[in-house]
């Protein structure tokens, strides 16, 4: 996932082609996960996504409200993860547009899943609030993560939590200039039986961080885990906390 495609600002590359790859892919993206394929998930960023939803579960409740154990899965896949935390102790619903990633979570143990895009979040098609939201390397697109930011402190509990992990930009980024973008996706490094990779959107560190503080989020941990075979970092994870919705005005 190096190469930039930018000619004068146009690349061709949209989100829906995003889906359209994963739609394409549930097969050897469960067998990936299933059977612990990717190394860095294996070796580093699995702990560090479970270890931080789990730190934060404790203490965030809303007032009154002793549980503060609700958690979305935001682009849950296969169910990896909301298995993981439900294993926990949280309560955790996981979404996902992909219908046979859905099938294939509600088929491998214990969630509540649902099949739904980005681009239709809304406080009516998400009537729960949560007090945490988590997106665990499925922040790929353009307009469809501008619009979850977007919706997020609608959906989440007051004084909510939303986490992510991505690509560390510095490490993504290759040769390529270091500036948002368009850039053209690669399975390199996984399976053959995957196909037609999905283009997907870089964002440097500053952009990330200026998503959440447009979003009505304060920035809560900035974290690089670091991957101890290469000293590199092999993610970036970052949490917010929301500070006014849309309500609030
Ligand atoms: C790299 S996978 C990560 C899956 C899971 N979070 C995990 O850690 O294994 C990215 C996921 O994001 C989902 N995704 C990407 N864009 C989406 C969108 N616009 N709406 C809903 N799901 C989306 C894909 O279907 C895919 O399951």
Not at 2 to 23: P, R
Not at 211 to 229: R, T, Y
Request: proline share 4%.
């Amino acid at each position: 996932m190096q190469k930039s495609i930018t000619e004068n600002g146009k690349t061709g590359f949209h989100d829906k082609q995003i889906l359209e790859s994963w739609q394409k892919n549930v097969s050897p993206w469960v067998d990936a996960i299933q059977h612990k394929q990717i190394e860095s998930r294996v070796l580093v960023t699995d702990k560090a996504i479970i270890e931080t939803v789990i730190s934060l579960s404790g203490n965030n409740a809303p007032d009154n409200n002793a549980s503060g154990k609700s958690v979305l899965d935001i682009g849950c896949g296969e169910g990896w993860l909301t298995r993981a935390l439900i294993t926990s102790g949280l309560s955790v619903t996981g979404i996902d547009a992909v219908q046979g990633l859905v099938d294939k979570a509600k088929a491998l143990g214990e969630g509540d899943f649902h099949v739904l895009e980005y681009e239709q979040f809304s406080d009516r098609t998400i009537p729960q609030q949560y007090d945490i939201a988590v997106c665990n390397f499925s922040l790929i697109g353009n307009e469809s993560v501008e619009h979850l930011f977007s919706v997020l402190p609608s959906i989440l509990n007051k004084g909510g939590t939303f986490i992510i992990q991505t690509l560390n930009p510095y490490i993504s980024c290759g040769d390529a200039p270091y500036v948002d973008g368009w850039r053209e996706g690669s399975w390199n490094g996984f399976s053959h039986d995957f196909c037609d990779p999905a283009p997907w959107y870089f964002r440097t560190i500053a952009s990330w961080l200026q998503l959440f503080i447009n979003n009505g989020f304060v920035l809560k941990a900035f974290k690089e885990p670091i991957d101890s075979s290469t000293g590199k970092p092999a993610s970036l994870i970052l949490v917010g906390k929301v500070v006014s919705s849309p309500v609030d005005g």
